[in-house]
T-cell receptor
Framework: GIQVEQSPPDLILQEGANSTLRCNFS?????LQWFHQNPWGQLINLFY???GTKQNGRLSATTVATERYSLLYISSSQTTDSGVYFC??????????????FGQGTTLQVKP | KAGVTQTPRYLIKTRGQQVTLSCSPI?????VSWYQQTPGQGLQFLFE???????NKGNFPGRFSGRQFSNSRSEMNVSTLELGDSALYLC????????????FGPGTRLLVL
């Protein structure tokens, strides 16, 4: 089956630093989402980005579908950015409807 | 619009019991997907419902089942609970379920003793 690999698994930053999180996937996808899981467990939508580039404040994301990877950029990090970041993909086809396949996540700690 | 809601938020059960979790999707969303999150296995897909029909199912035993009602609210049931069923159960909703943004609820934390 499809493999979704995230790197790095863990990241420690000083407040104000920039970071890049990577997600590699092994098959063509028709949905790719980035999430931030808050300390209470809820998955917060960051981006729906099966291809192209999007920006939302200090966060931006780029997906290069032909090369099967996506990048999440966090600029001027803040302590509230701490948590686990997940990449999830959905394959095309009726047998994959509504099924997101998640990577193992990147745990980010931002120190004041 | 109100977000996805899940009840209960926390649950403690003993081995052998059964449990029912509920998920109310965002108004107008007809697809509901369920996921299990554990420290060892990460986030895994359980099943997806659309218009009261299960369209897709993950690799979980038959003890895990679900249903969807005409108002798109969904329930999942786990029978004969095992210690390994302790997990965070998350549901997500989307308009039609294919190639769209999924919006997640806050989850139900289940502890099996």
């Amino acid at each position: 089956g499809i493999q979704v690999e995230q790197s790095p698994p863990d990241l420690i930053l000083q407040e104000g630093a920039n970071s890049t999180l990577r997600c590699n996937f092994s098959d063509s996808v028709n949905n790719l989402q980035w999430f931030h899981q808050n300390p209470w467990g809820q998955l917060i939508n960051l981006f729906y980005i099966p291809s192209g580039t999007k920006q939302n404040g200090r966060l931006s994301a780029t997906t290069v579908a032909t090369e099967r990877y996506s990048l999440l950029y966090i600029s001027s990090s803040q302590t509230t950015d701490s948590g686990v970041y997940f990449c999830a993909v959905e394959l095309s086809g009726s047998s994959n409807t509504g099924k997101l396949i998640f990577g193992q996540g990147t745990t980010l700690q931002v120190k004041p | 619009k109100a977000g996805v809601t899940q009840t209960p938020r926390y649950l403690i059960k003993t081995r052998g019991q059964q449990v029912t979790l509920s998920c109310s999707p965002i108004s107008g969303h007809r697809s509901v997907s369920w996921y299990q999150q554990t420290p060892g296995q990460g986030l895994q897909f359980l099943f997806e419902y659309f218009s009261e029909t299960q369209r897709n199912k993950g690799n979980f035993p038959g003890r895990f089942s679900g249903r969807q009602f005409s108002n798109s609210r969904s329930e999942m049931n786990v029978s004969t609970l095992e210690l390994g069923d302790s997990a965070l159960y998350l549901c997500a909703s989307s308009l039609e379920g294919q190639g769209e943004t999924q919006y997640f609820g806050p989850g139900t934390r289940l502890l099996v003793l």
